[in-house]
């Protein structure tokens, strides 16, 4: 009987390659999920760079080209791109600029749709001149809200979301007529209620709370004070009043050291009451206080004219500062950077202008006119009032 031949391993445990291949498996496995795992970096790595060079070349886009279109301004929505800092750790987005320049240019269009005459067209050339003045008057706006708000908030004042809604609901729900109102601001703004609640009633909220917490502290009143405190002992010590007027005075009459058009008991300015009548010739009073200010008067001469007493005053005002006087001195005191290109922040006037000079005085010559038109308009209903 022929001899058995020697068997192999393989051959005698059949097994044991299998238990061998079974052995191998998780490390085979977990290569595979190495490569699985490094090919999904590798491809991460690539989209981040994909967005954050799609995002570094819309930042070009919009800083450096001005680039403007719907696609552009979705993309502010999401992704928080600043058109300007202020104090370095609060920013105006360019959503918000964007969105405001919106609903301000609804108004204006509607508004132009109402009343005729071609001054709020936009499509021509004197109308796109027209609209970078607005742009950068809401850059403007957004700007000085936000110093508010961060002053505000140095004062530990704070807003709370309930404040907002309440205040919002209020205003919205005047007289009743919610559905009316809201129609309207939608017609005119293209706002919701919550648009109008972040856009109008927070900035609202801030300045009244501020308002409050300065006076109450009396840091709008304490210059003023000092100054009709330095007048008042300045006329006990006989100082001629027509050169306190000329040097103190807050009044354009201090260029004829205070002296005022002659007026009977009924054409009394308001702040001034009876007291000139009640005052004898060369009387000066005690500082009168009104709401613009305080006033000094001094009675030149007293008389009878068309059966009526008249008098002749010099007058010293002493201005009272605003809330919009303040904020506009302290808006000096804030480092502010402007990232787009039309514009730069005057440091020293702690404004913002054009780099455009041509648009500087464009838009000077708007508000000259402006403000022609708005004495143009009081001349003429004080006229009314005196033919009635």
């Known amino acids: 009987m022929p001899p058995k031949e020697k068997q192999t391993l393989a051959e005698v445990l059949p097994s044991a390659k299998k238990v061998e291949n079974k052995k191998k498996l998780p490390q085979d496995r977990s290569i595979e999920e190495n490569k699985t795992l490094l090919h999904l970096l590798r491809v991460g790595i690539i989209a981040a760079i994909l967005i954050v060079s799609g995002f570094a070349f819309v930042a070009w886009g919009t800083y450096s080209e001005g680039w403007q279109n719907s696609f552009i301004e979705s993309i502010y929505k999401f992704v928080p791109y600043p058109a300007a800092s202020v104090g370095y750790t609060s920013w105006v987005s360019l959503y918000d600029y964007n969105e405001n320049t919106k609903a301000m240019r609804q108004f204006l269009e509607s508004k132009e749709a109402a009343l005729g005459g071609g001054k709020f067209d936009f499509s021509t050339e004197e109308g796109l001149k027209r609209l970078a003045i607005i742009k950068k008057d809401i850059l403007d706006q957004l700007i000085n809200n936000k110093i508010m708000e961060v002053m505000a908030k140095r004062q530990g004042i704070t807003v709370s979301e309930t404040e907002l809604s309440d205040t919002a609901e209020k205003i919205l729900s005047r007289d009743g007529k919610k559905p009316e109102n809201m129609a309207q601001l939608n017609s005119l703004y293209g706002w919701k209620q919550e648009d109008f609640k972040e856009r109008v009633v927070k900035d609202l909220l801030y300045k009244q709370k501020l308002e409050d917490k300065i006076e109450t502290g009396g840091e709008l009143d304490r210059e003023a004070k000092e100054k009709v405190a330095l007048i008042k002992t300045k006329l006990a010590a006989g100082e001629n009043f027509s050169n306190l007027a000329a040097n103190y005075s807050d009044s354009s009459t201090k260029q004829s050291g205070g002296l005022l058009p002659v007026f009977s008991r ?45 008098v002749e005053v010099r007058h010293i005002m002493v201005k009272k500062k605003t809330i919009n006087d303040w904020l506009k001195e302290k808006r000096r005191e804030f480092k502010v950077i402007v990232f787009l290109k039309p514009y730069f922040w005057h440091v020293q006037m702690g404004k913002l202008y054009f780099r455009d000079d041509g648009l500087n005085q464009l838009e000077q010559e708007m508000d000259r006119n402006s403000l022609n038109e708005k004495n143009q308009e009081a001349d003429f209903l004080l006229n009314v009032n005196k033919n009635k």
Do not use: M, N, T, Y
């Open 266 to 310: 009924e054409d009394s300015p308001r702040a001034f009451s009876d007291i000139p009548f009640k005052l004898a010739e060369g009387g000066i009073s005690q500082p009168i206080e009104a709401d613009d200010g305080w006033h000094f008067i001094k009675v030149e001469r007293k008389f009878q004219e068309d059966g009526k007493e008249k």
